[in-house]
């Protein structure tokens, strides 16, 4: 099955749209502030063949709303379902609506139970208004810590009756997810509720500084061996790779993924026991080929009329000399003839100027003579 992550993946879109949405800003005011935009862009992951599309809310919760100084946590999470709903109706697919939901950010390090507490109520006012709306499913996607991500999904459990998926993010940090492996902590979302695991994003698995740091699809191949436990429980395991960090080439800092390259490893995800394959971070939506075609057949531009060429007599002042010492002197490269005077030979003077916007050593030989 094909799934879009519409979180983050949904952000990336949305900046880089004309007009595109400074980062200042949460990318989730769009469902109330631009509602076109978001469902634009659900509508070109539908077309691309997605089966499932996450709504505009990854980032909708109480905290990380505040950040951006909004407190209309119910509004913006129930019109991100509208715009999705609006979006398939419009598309005539079955596509399955996942709400998304991402960490709140005050989930790091130790949590007590006061911070549990108010990290379950604004879980609890983002799912409820998603639920309310009518949701299809509840997506909880890159999260790096393991007690953050059971709060959100007991608070699921509580208020939701339909799937659930779980994601991970890995990171470096051992203690974010109590130094269980990947294998553990699928055991232990399926055991707290989730009927569908999986990872998303992340990087190498191996720290940043790696000089041949490949697209996250290496994280699940480094660690595809622990995700066999996951397989022994769990009937759905999802992968969601995104670009992975950009590496150094030149001078220049290139994401190494490619459509190819992802194919490639689609493919071998099925075959290890995947079941659902998206895209995280960074992906976009490739249309398919039928309508690739029809949209460059519309964009075309008509061929260029070829035009005679001007003649080097009639380009500029230089080149008329040239062609007429070349035909008169020289006979064109037939004979040679001796020159009588400054209209019967050309001077070509090279300058290499100083660094800087001076013209100086142009001005002088202007006075000297070199016109062209």
Request: hydrophobic share 40%.
């Amino acid at each position: 099955m094909r799934q879009t992550n519409g979180g983050k993946a949904m952000r990336r879109i949305l900046e880089e749209g004309k007009p595109g949405i400074l980062h200042t800003k949460a990318f989730e005011e769009c469902n109330v502030t631009a509602a076109n935009k978001v469902k634009a862009v659900h509508l070109s992951f539908i077309e691309a063949g997605a089966n499932i599309i996450e709504t505009n809310t990854f980032g909708a919760n109480k905290f990380a709303l505040a950040r951006y100084g909004l407190t209309n946590v119910v509004e913006i999470n129930q019109a991100g379902v509208k715009i999705a709903q609006e979006a398939v109706a419009e598309s005539g697919k079955g596509t399955i609506i996942a709400g998304a939901v991402g960490p709140t950010g005050e989930g790091t390090g130790f949590i007590d139970d006061d911070k549990a507490k108010e990290i379950a109520l604004a879980y609890e006012v983002q799912i409820k208004a998603m639920v309310d709306a009518g949701v299809d499913a509840i997506m909880l996607e890159t999260f790096t810590y393991l007690a953050e991500i059971r709060i959100a999904l007991s608070k699921v459990k509580e208020l939701f009756a339909g799937p659930v998926i779980a994601s991970m993010a890995f990171s470096d940090e051992p203690a974010a997810t109590n130094h269980y492996g990947p294998g553990k902590v699928a055991q232990l979302l399926h055991k707290w509720g989730a009927d569908v695991v999986g990872v998303n994003c992340g990087g190498d698995g191996e720290g940043s500084g790696r000089e041949d740091q490949q697209p996250s699809m290496t994280l699940r191949r480094r660690w595809s061996r622990q995700w066999e436990a996951a397989f022994l429980c769990v009937s759905g395991v999802l992968a969601c790779p995104n670009a992975g960090h950009p590496k150094r080439v030149g001078h220049r800092n290139i994401y190494m993924a490619t459509e190819e390259y992802f194919l490639v490893y689609a493919k071998r995800l099925f075959k290890s026991g995947v079941r659902m394959f998206g895209g995280g971070s960074d992906v976009v939506p490739s249309p398919p080929a039928s309508t690739q075609t029809t949209k460059n057949e519309k964009n075309s531009k008509p061929a260029a009329v070829a035009k005679e060429p001007i003649p080097v007599s009639e380009r500029t002042k230089l080149s008329s000399k040239i062609a007429r010492i070349w035909k008169d002197r020289l006979a064109s490269g037939k004979e040679k003839k001796d020159p009588i005077g400054p209209e019967d030979f050309v001077v070509s003077v090279e300058v290499n100027p100083a660094p800087g916007l001076s013209t100086e050593k142009v001005r002088v030989l202007t006075l000297h003579g070199m016109n062209e």
